[in-house]
């Protein structure tokens, strides 16, 4: 059994990007697996409820704080396996992602280039089905392994158990803090030529005069687009780099639904994208913005990004109750315009 070192009213502010929150009741530090699975025992002997924690890019945490164990995962070690189609890299759940990422730029393994400058670790990725610039985890992950807390066993869930979708998967759809993810294995493809399904990355190389890019060169225009919206977590001076990114999931409608937002908005240019099982998804920032909320608008300690509509960032004496309420008086904004509720992406910790 591994040595836990259980600590009391931990604040978890610092602990996350948005900086907002209230203290864990419990928190623990988690370097292995045995840690991990201690942990897990640890607290249902006493009734109580775990929380996993990697980066703390995608979480708000409520001013009162959480009741439970909060499980900082520490996990690291990379492995990669050259098979016949690709190659397989398993990485451990606390490997820092975007230092992941550049390390299969580097070795020429195609699948995640355009997954550049995302905070948070590995461990997240499958938990949203993170996604930018056209491509998402779900397009390589074959595999993760994960602590079952229900059934109290470690499992490897294949992709096709995993109920990926648009930013959810089955880990996020089930009850909070059942499943712990250890590690991640991801198939990629040495050689193979990035993947350019976005119009801004297009266009971004085409200006730099890059007519074949390699992956070094759209993982170096994804973070170059990327800081230009401050959502790229390494200017320590960027007045906006509280935030957890995009705070809003694009919306996804009936087609029937859309004429009708359509009619509202009087614009037939509204943006709009026809998914596989026929619904459309539209731009929350786009009916955002045509709500009436500017880039940079203000309430009180918190606001819009000043660069991106869909980032709500805190600012100095910022609590978690004004971003929340900042983010309802959007989401009631856009609903009395266009009829189109928005849902939060991140994560509410400890909130009623
Ligand atoms: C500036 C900025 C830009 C961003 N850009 C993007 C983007 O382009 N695309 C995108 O998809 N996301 C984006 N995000 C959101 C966020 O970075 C990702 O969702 C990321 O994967 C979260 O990782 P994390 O380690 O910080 O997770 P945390 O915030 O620590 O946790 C998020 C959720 O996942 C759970 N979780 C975390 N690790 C594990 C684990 N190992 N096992 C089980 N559950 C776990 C937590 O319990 C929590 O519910 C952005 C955030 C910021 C701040």
Redesign the pocket.
């Known amino acids: 059994m591994s040595r836990l070192s259980v600590q009391e009213r931990v604040p978890l502010a610092a602990?996350?990007?948005?900086g907002v929150g209230g203290p864990a009741r419990w928190l623990v530090e988690a370097a292995d697996e045995a840690s991990v699975i201690d942990a897990h025992a640890w607290a249902r002997a006493r009734g109580i409820a775990l929380?996993?924690?990697?980066?703390?890019?995608?979480?708000v945490v409520a001013d009162r704080g959480v009741d439970a164990l909060v499980v900082r995962?520490g996990?690291r070690g990379v492995q990669a396996r050259p098979t016949r189609d690709g190659v397989e890299v398993t990485a451990a759940?606390?490997e820092p992602?975007d230092a992941f990422v550049a390390g299969t730029v580097e070795h020429e393994w195609a699948g995640l280039e355009c997954?550049s400058?995302?905070?948070?670790?590995?461990?997240?990725?499958?938990?949203?089905?993170?996604?930018?610039?056209g491509q998402?985890?779900s397009d390589t992950v074959i595999a993760v392994r994960?602590?079952d807390t229900k059934r109290g066993e470690v499992a490897t869930v294949p992709a096709s158990e995993c109920g990926f979708a648009y930013?959810d998967s089955a880990?996020?759809q089930d009850v909070?803090?059942r499943?712990?993810?250890?590690a991640v294995t991801y198939r990629l493809h040495p050689g193979a030529a990035p993947t350019l399904g976005y119009a801004d990355v297009a266009r971004h190389l085409a200006e730099q005069g890059v007519a074949t890019p390699s992956l070094r060169d759209v993982r170096q225009a994804v973070l170059t687009i990327?800081r230009g919206k401050?959502?790229?977590?390494d200017q320590p001076d960027d007045p906006n780099?509280r935030?957890?990114?995009?705070f809003f999931l694009n919306p996804i409608l009936e087609a029937s639904a859309v004429a009708t937002v359509l009619a509202r908005a009087g614009d037939p240019a509204m943006p709009r994208w026809l998914q596989a099982d026929g619904r459309v998804k539209l731009s929350a920032a786009w009916l955002i913005e045509r709500a009436g909320f500017t880039r940079g608008v203000r309430r009180g300690p918190v606001g819009l990004s000043t660069k991106h509509t869909l980032?709500i960032v805190a600012h100095d004496d910022a609590r978690a109750a004004d971003v929340l309420a900042f983010a309802r008086h959007i989401q009631d904004g856009v609903f009395a315009r266009f009829g189109v509720p928005l849902t939060p992406?991140?994560?509410l910790?400890g909130a009623g």
Request: hydrophobic fraction near 50%.
């Open positions: 602990l996350t990007t948005l929380r996993i924690l990697g980066g703390g890019s995608n979480v995962l996990l759940a606390g992602w997954l400058g995302i905070p948070g670790l590995v461990g997240a990725t499958p938990i949203q089905n993170v996604g930018a610039y998402e985890v994960a602590l930013r880990f996020k909070p803090g499943w712990v993810v250890l990327r401050s959502m790229v977590l780099r935030s957890c990114g995009s980032a992406e991140p994560v910790w």
